[in-house]
């Protein structure tokens, strides 16, 4: 079942320009993270944010958490043509299997 | 370091056909290990984890059957494909810490059913 809920599906941008993605979930979470695709390749994690945090930053990164919304928020700054990808939020799950839960995603073009 | 490995990278199989699909992970011992199927355009489903040798959930109904028969070796199979089962199938792990670790994806295999 789908967790995690992206917005907007699809985001173009110019070069240089910040990039807002939103993410909402339903349940409650042990963490939230961030992953990044490129096109028809495997995913890699960008940061993770603990229920108990409001705020991370990792480089051009900045990750925000609201649990009484159930929100989320992944900030790129100063974007550059090689943050072209897709981005998922990931919602872990509170047991021990750390199972995560994926949204749909946003598909970001950052354009040269 | 820690890496995982999937293989193959593309798939052409008929329908009707048998399918065994293996993920490696070197550099850890004893992680969670998932099985997920993203669809053309869309997100990640998880299909199936291990918290241990032997131990497999399943977490949606499907024509897909997952092993473990070692620490860090994970088998997603099926007996007779179906034209639903084409798509893209990424491995992960993670170990077990007490503040929640990040997965980590393996390349992929793009299955294809004809």
């Known amino acids: 079942s789908q967790q995690g809920e992206e917005d907007p599906q699809a985001l173009s941008i110019q070069e240089g320009e910040n990039a807002t993605m939103n993410c909402s979930y339903k349940t409650s979470i042990n963490n939230l993270q961030w992953y990044r695709q490129n096109s028809g390749r495997g995913l890699v994690h960008l940061i993770l944010i603990r229920s108990n945090e409001r705020e991370k930053h990792s480089g051009r990164l900045r990750v925000t958490l609201d649990t009484s919304k159930k929100s989320s928020s992944l900030l790129i700054t100063a974007s550059r043509a090689a943050d072209t990808a897709s981005y998922f939020c990931a919602t872990a799950a509170m047991d021990s299997s750390y199972k995560l839960i994926f949204g749909s995603g946003t598909r970001l073009l950052v354009r040269p | 370091s820690q890496t995982i490995h999937q293989w193959p990278a593309t798939l052409v199989q008929p329908v009707g056909s048998p399918l065994s699909l293996e993920c490696t992970v070197e550099g850890t011992s004893n992680p969670n290990l998932y099985w997920y199927r993203q669809a053309a355009g869309r997100g990640l489903q998880l299909l199936f984890y291990?918290?241990?040798?032997?131990?497999i959930s399943s977490e949606v109904p499907q024509n897909l059957s997952a092993s473990r028969p070692q620490d860090r070796q994970f088998i997603l199979s099926s007996k007779k494909l179906l034209l639903s089962d084409s798509g893209f199938y990424l491995c992960a792990w993670s170990v077990r810490t007490s503040g929640g670790v990040g997965q980590y994806f393996g390349p992929g295999t793009r299955l294809l059913v004809l």
């Open positions: 291990s918290v241990g040798i032997g131990q």
